[in-house]
């Protein structure tokens, strides 16, 4: 037996009134414009306010108004800040340059440089080296401590990146999220979960006056050995074979293998740069807080992705901006921005923005302050 068809309502004539009236008045309507300039307006409005009220307190009051020379040296500790993200965030953008993948590993690069170095400088420290000739000393704790994380980075490449290259990009990505957790838990497995006092070099007490302006010496150390260590690379990177092999294998590794380039060899360079940085920034970020553990490496490595994703992840002068803008904001931001409103402790608050300043950067600019503007897929 014939099945009986049900007959089709007739289709609405595209003149008709009403025709598609919904699905396009729908599909229009901008939504995501709308939340982002609310979003947008709320937050220069809630900043602009907060400034306002700090700016306007009474000396008197019981906040306390900050004086002109403590704003001088908030400013100061957070470009010195800025300077160890910047180191930082130059291994996470190199790394991104060349293999479009995110190594959140590296804070562990960071922590395994700082940890070395430690145990070198409790030696000196017991010998009366560290403090009778601190130049020779320093430069052997920064020579260990780069040895030390670019060991990790070049052994994290081997072993748990390398056999992934050709697979989808979110294999690495939680393959490296894997291998901070093993770092962290190998470390605290032998090293103990406490943190350690790193040994203090008196000759970093005490203030420098540069152009002056009063800056503590351990500060003036970190600035200065940020400024040249970014300059060093961009020379790197722009003038010598290594480097140009590095910007050809970033544009594309098959036409750089069909030139002839050892792209395998230029990724190694590419993670023991990286790590020689971070190795760098773990003794600078040792020698300011003056301790060590474990779990250092965290949370200035997710500030100096941070700094990256701002800057313009794949740039190098946007990772060293980015780094000294975010240093300076979470220096600065939690008194200017809260101390008005009677927050009672704003400096607690300071990963609050360091992660809003993310969550903002991906919505409104994903290519950060140099990049293109638009978002790229990880």
Not at 223 to 228: P, Q, R
Not at 294 to 310: D, E, M, Q, Y
Not at 323 to 334: C, F, R, S
Not at 350 to 368: A, C, M, N, Q, Y
Request: net charge positive; charged share 10%.
């Amino acid at each position: 037996m014939a099945e009986r068809t049900q007959p089709k309502p007739a289709a609405t004539p595209p003149g008709a009134p009403g025709a598609g009236r919904r699905s396009v008045g729908l599909g229009r309507f901008p939504t995501r414009r709308v939340i982002l300039v609310v979003l947008s307006v709320l937050i220069v409005t809630g900043v602009t306010f907060g400034t306002w009220k700090t700016l306007i307190l009474p000396s008197n009051t019981a906040s306390g108004k900050l004086t002109g020379a403590d704003w001088r040296d908030l400013v100061v500790f957070g470009v010195a800040q800025g300077a160890v993200y910047a180191l930082i965030a130059l291994g996470y953008t190199l790394v991104y340059g060349i293999l479009l993948m995110i190594n959140f590993a590296h804070g562990e690069v960071f922590m395994a440089g700082a940890f070395g170095s430690f145990f070198v400088a409790q030696t000196l420290d017991s010998s009366g080296f560290l403090n009778r000739d601190p130049v020779v000393a320093i430069l052997i704790l920064l020579v260990v401590s780069m040895a030390v994380s670019t060991m990790v980075a070049v052994l994290l490449e081997r072993v748990a990146y390398r056999p992934l290259r050709n697979a989808p990009r979110l294999v690495p990505l939680i393959t490296a999220i894997g291998a901070s957790l093993f770092l962290q838990n190998t470390f605290r497995g032998f090293f103990g979960a406490q943190s350690r006092g790193y040994p203090v070099v008196n000759s970093l007490n005490g203030h420098w006056t540069i152009l002056g302006i009063p800056i503590l010496r351990v500060h003036a150390l970190v600035i200065l050995t940020a400024i040249v260590a970014m300059l060093g690379l961009q020379l790197f990177v722009a003038k010598t074979k290594t480097g140009k092999s590095m910007r050809a294998v970033a544009e594309d590794k098959e036409i750089a293998s069909l030139m002839g380039i050892n792209v395998d060899r230029v990724i190694v360079t590419t993670f023991a740069i990286g790590g020689m940085l971070a190795g760098g920034a773990g003794v600078l970020y040792a020698l300011n807080f003056t301790q060590v553990s474990p779990f250092i490496g965290f949370i200035p490595g997710i500030k100096a992705f941070t700094a990256a994703v701002l800057g313009g992840i794949g740039s190098i002068t946007g990772a060293a901006l980015g780094g000294l803008i975010l240093g300076v904001l979470e220096a600065v931001g939690p008194f200017l921005f809260l101390s008005g409103v009677h927050v009672p402790s704003p400096n607690q608050l300071k990963d609050v923005i360091t992660f809003t300043i993310l969550v903002l950067v991906l919505i409104f600019r994903p290519g950060g302050i140099l990049g293109s503007g638009g978002a790229d897929k990880v």
